[in-house]
């Protein structure tokens, strides 16, 4: 019978040893033996794809590798160390000199610091486009442009991009479309499946879902992949296999966490929407929110993010983060506690005040990343902070 991607993701596991063991045993070794000479020729000339070092391959690595697969529906991919290793690799791999970037204005602060001050360093060009405006991007296409790189919802102000229609465009100049779809998460988007070539994921926000550590993956087609395997295999930005072994065990739960991620996060906006101190609330299944029709079509919810606007500005965001009883101040999200953070102040505080309010980041923006406690509980000590 034809199993639910779930189901496959949960029976996908490395081949049982002779202990016999239910649940994969963790491999925590740097390198792996041979039998003899020639096999260990074979596998370093490529004709085996044998273990070799941690640092290229490992069981609990390739474990968590083939669940993101089936997940994303993608041909392979690669794990890393971190989020940004996953997306610095995406790039470094199939950009050099003289290659020109498509990138869309409203991502992460760290990619915006990659793409602004190092890739001009190896002779790569970018140009910026509007989330909002995806008519006005055939316009800034060059003749050396060879890759779109977006984020969809974008961190933090939750603007959702149309895939398809992106995808379109990148067929028509033959272009490599590279999703950053953390915030979605697989189970939620499917980017592939929407014409994305490149799949990136910070693993450590709900992939893991407990805070606990840091890892990444880059998924995608076979060919693409293979660059940034080299690229990996050579640099060493290698994920270790226990948090690949506990990254794996976290994905066997994304689909029914994500399930009560979103139903919490869309029942506390739809109650904070309309709050006489904020003056507005977002999230993409809020029929208020700009592109909820592109929201409905192409993601299953809206994701564990809600972010709001409160009037006052930069010191009414920092009364609002003291007042809080319940929801903790950390640099994360994707945690089964709920966290607030000010990104004017925090993860985009290196962008310069222009460059903040061109990404839609305005000083008294708040993002909440909605957790799993009692729905009531969260939305309890927002409204308490909010209302003293």
């Known amino acids: 019978m034809e199993l639910h991607p779930v189901t496959q993701l949960i029976r996908t596991q490395i081949e049982q040893t002779g202990e016999k063991e239910h649940s994969s045993p963790l491999f925590l070794t740097s390198s792996f033996c041979f039998d003899n000479a020639e096999s260990m020729r074979a596998t370093f000339a490529d004709e085996t794809d044998e273990n070799i070092y941690s640092r290229f391959s490992n069981p609990n ?20 160390a971190s989020g940004m290793s996953a997306v610095f690799a995406s790039f470094m791999a199939l950009l050099k000199s003289g290659d020109h970037l498509l990138i869309c204005r409203s991502v992460f602060g760290s990619t915006h610091t990659v793409v602004a001050k190092y890739l001009p360093k190896y002779g790569i060009e970018y140009t910026y486009v509007e989330a909002d405006r995806i008519e006005s991007w055939e316009a800034e296409i060059k003749s050396n442009t060879k890759m779109i790189y977006l984020e969809t919802p974008t961190n933090p102000g939750l603007d959702i991009i149309d895939l398809e229609a992106v995808s379109k465009l990148k067929e028509k100049y033959n272009l490599i479309l590279n999703v950053d779809n953390c915030f979605a998460t697989p189970v939620s988007q499917k980017p592939i499946c929407l014409g994305a070539d490149l799949v990136v994921h910070s693993a450590t926000k709900w992939i893991d879902g407990q805070g606990r550590v840091l890892g990444g993956v880059v998924v995608g087609k076979k060919e693409l992949i293979n660059e940034i395997y080299l690229f990996c295999r050579a640099t060493g930005p290698s994920l270790s296999p226990f948090n690949a072994w506990l990254l794996s065990r976290s994905l066997e739960t994304l689909d029914v966490r994500m399930e009560r991620h979103a139903a919490n996060a869309l029942f506390i906006a739809s109650e904070l929407e309309g709050h006489k101190e904020l003056a507005w609330v977002k999230y993409p299944f809020l029929p208020s929110h700009p592109q909820y029709e592109i929201a409905r079509k192409q993601m299953r919810d809206g994701g564990g993010i809600l972010c709001f606007e409160l009037k006052g500005g930069l010191e009414k965001g920092r009364q609002f983060l003291n007042r809080l009883r319940l929801l903790s101040l950390t640099a994360n999200l994707g945690d089964t506690r709920s966290i607030a953070s000010h990104p004017a102040s925090t993860t985009h505080a290196k962008l310069t005040e222009e460059e903040r309010a061109a990404v839609g980041i305005t000083p008294g923006l708040i993002r909440i990343s909605i957790g799993l406690e009692h729905r009531d509980d969260i939305l309890f000590d927002i409204t308490q902070a909010l209302d003293n």
């Open 61 to 80: 690595v390739d474990e968590f590798v083939q669940r993101i697969c089936i997940l994303e529906q993608a041909e392979d991919g690669f794990a890393t």
